[in-house]
T-cell receptor, first 112, second 109 residues
Framework: NAGVTQTPKFQVLKTGQSMTLQCAQDMNHNSMYWYRQDPGMGLRLIYYSASEGTTDKGEVPNGYNVSRLNKREFSLRLESAAPSQTSVYFC???????????FGQGTRLTVV | TQLLEQSPQFLSIQEGENLTVYCNSSSVFSSLQWYRQEPGEGPVLLVTVVTGGEVKKLKRLTFQFGDARKDSSLHITAAQPGDTGLYLCAGESGNQFYFGTGTSLTVIP
């Protein structure tokens, strides 16, 4: 049982490059999330999708876009990467918005 | 806006000692969750508390939700090396969960 799968696990980008982080869940969950984790800041919500076909901004959406491709998949795109976006990114899913969230293993992104 | 502050930020203790981690806010939350995260992994849910004053026990871990639903604590009795990790609280408000700043616990054998 894979749970939440994120790709890639590691990525180095140059400033201004673009990339998409992929996330897929196999638990038939309705809600999916993208967080970033920085030292001393905990986890901060970037975007979430309460259900298939909807997306909403979280605490720190600037510089990011998302797509809920279908019920299983939720991608995060950086159009023009900046060093401030160096972070560990986590995708998560839950049955409903306020229930237990299951996290992927994270993507460590470095922007140079 | 960081709504939840955890203390202490770092904690290093000997095996067998007791400890308490605090999660404080000026905001009221509908529910509060505690997660543990190990290096290189995503957080894993430990418990959800919903009612003000609620106490939940999970083996050697005791979780309490404040009466006013603004704060919570996690108490670990007789800590073991397997308890080492980053402990995160997360409060529910407006259909979102806001995570705390985290407490990094190291239990030395």
């Amino acid at each position: 049982n894979a749970g939440v799968t994120q790709t890639p696990k590691f990525q180095v980008l140059k400033t201004g490059q673009s990339m998409t982080l992929q996330c897929a869940q196999d638990m038939n969950h309705n809600s999916m999330y993208w967080y970033r984790q920085d030292p001393g800041m905990g986890l901060r919500l970037i975007y979430y999708s309460a259900s298939e076909g909807t997306t909403d901004k979280g605490e720190v959406p600037n510089g990011y876009n998302v797509s809920r491709l279908n019920k299983r998949e939720f991608s995060l795109r950086l159009e023009s990467a900046a060093p401030s976006q160096t972070s560990v990114y986590f995708c998560a899913s839950s049955e409903l918005v306020i229930t237990e969230a299951f996290f992927g293993q994270g993507t460590r992104l470095t922007v140079v | 806006t960081q709504l939840l502050e955890q203390s202490p930020q770092f904690l290093s203790i000997q095996e067998g000692e007791n400890l308490t981690v605090y999660c404080n806010s000026s905001s009221v939350f509908s529910s509060l969750q505690w997660y543990r995260q190990e290096p290189g992994e995503g957080p894993v849910l430990l418990v959800t508390v919903v009612t003000g004053g609620e106490v939940k026990k999970l083996k050697r871990l005791t979780f309490q939700f404040g009466d006013a639903r603004k704060d919570s604590s996690l108490h670990i009795t007789a800590a073991q090396p397997g308890d080492t990790g980053l402990y995160l609280c997360a409060g529910e408000s407006g259909n979102q969960f806001y995570f705390g700043t985290g407490t990094s616990l190291t239990v030395i054998p």
